[in-house]
């Protein structure tokens, strides 16, 4: 009897030791936040618009790329808000490819769309900054050269703002452009690509459209991005010293000036799918050290005196995303441990199904939200209902990322703020070199020893 209560003590203080993190912090959050979208969903009535639309300017900048603003700028021409109420900025920020004479092309082809080219010092911050003060209109959208916007996004964006005047500024739906994963021959970056779409969504349509119910978005993508322009000219524009100046403004907004940040669920941009894993590597590792750069401006004291009395959402973001990705590290690697404390085989592995059940089970229900939301797009609802399956494969892939992300948080302590960040395979060759160093040095050691012991 007495074996058996320990043996059900055992396995009781396993399973609440193993699944207590991801429980409190992922799986329960992400049920709650399901609910309250489908609440979201039910409630919102879409207000009636009277009156004139606004002047809006769209802010392209551009760094070497002339293979994709072509398509960029006739998604601008191509979409249903008025032309003649749109003024295109293309600020360029020392590009040395041939991306003024895309320029020229899109001004020869799209005579009815007014656009201008400004040329500003290096940096994407800088070329912002010098266009936001350039800009014309009521509204400003930065959207970047490398996607395109859906036909109605421009419309539906303003439209938000004007139906509610207590908007000041709100972050599109950035989506992965699915046509250009079909034909991925290689194994590994198709299984990337397809699991980086379904990210997106649950990123976008789930993830930040239950945050922006309690004001608690992270960062207005830079990507896409709307603001009224009164608003964003009482900010201090985007900081040159981060390599997140998205979420620099997006603090500011939300801290300084005390206003919410929205999100337009049904204006989408679309961007091509990562190119390798390397870029996946680097543009992880980029964003996360962008969110410790920030924490640090503006949470450094906050962060010290933190307390449940003064809850805070962004906070817990950060403590989520930070303090507690090294327990998650740790608990990862209790897994080579358990075997050393007499749990079996069959028990590691259970836990991991049931853990991994959860996580696609939880994903599944996110499923349901975004399916919802893109009820009024057929094609849109109908590809991405098609690539359910992947949601099956999206833990190995959440896996790898979290690695990256452990990375990015180790690089920011020991190297300067770039946004030439280094690669995995570059990050790969350097831990072979000092492997290989430290092997030919303790081959070394052993051959001294040896002819000590011959003498």
Known sequence: MKTIIDGILNDLIFWMAWIIIPLSMEIIPSI????????????????????????????????????????????????????????????????????????????????????????????????????????????????????????????????????????????????????????TKELFLRFIRECEMMEYYQAFLAGRNYEAEYNSIYTISGAFSCFKKSLLLKTKLYNTDTISEDTHVTFQIKHLLKKKVHICENAFFFVEPIDNFDKLYTQRQRWQRGQVEISNMFFKDKLKSFSLSKFDRTVYLLLFDHTFAFPRMIWYFALICLTFLNYSLKTILSSLIVLNSLYIIISFIYSINIISFLTPYKEMRKEYISRLYILFIMPLYNFIVFWIRIAGIINSINRDSSWRTVTFSQERTKIKEIIKSDFNYLIGLRDKLKRIVNK
């Open 32 to 183: 709650i936040g399901s609910i309250i979208l489908v609440k979201k969903k039910l409630l919102y009535k879409e207000k009636e618009f009277r009156g004139r639309l606004p002047e809006v300017t769209i802010i392209v900048p551009v760094y070497n790329s002339a293979s994709t603003l072509y398509e960029c700028i006739k998604s601008i021409n191509d979409c249903t808000y008025p032309n003649e109420l749109l003024n295109i900025i293309v600020v360029n920020n020392g590009s040395s490819d041939e991306s003024f004479n895309i320029f020229c092309i899109c001004q020869e082809k799209f005579k009815d769309l007014p656009m201008r080219w400004l040329s500003s010092k290096k940096g994407k911050s800088k070329a912002l900054n010098m266009a936001i003060f350039n800009s014309e209109g009521k509204y400003i959208i930065n959207i970047d050269s490398d996607g395109v916007l859906h036909k109605d996004a421009v419309k539906n964006m303003i439209m938000r703002f004007e139906r509610d005047n207590s908007i000041n500024c709100a972050t599109g739906v950035v989506l992965v452009e699915s046509s250009k994963i079909k034909n």
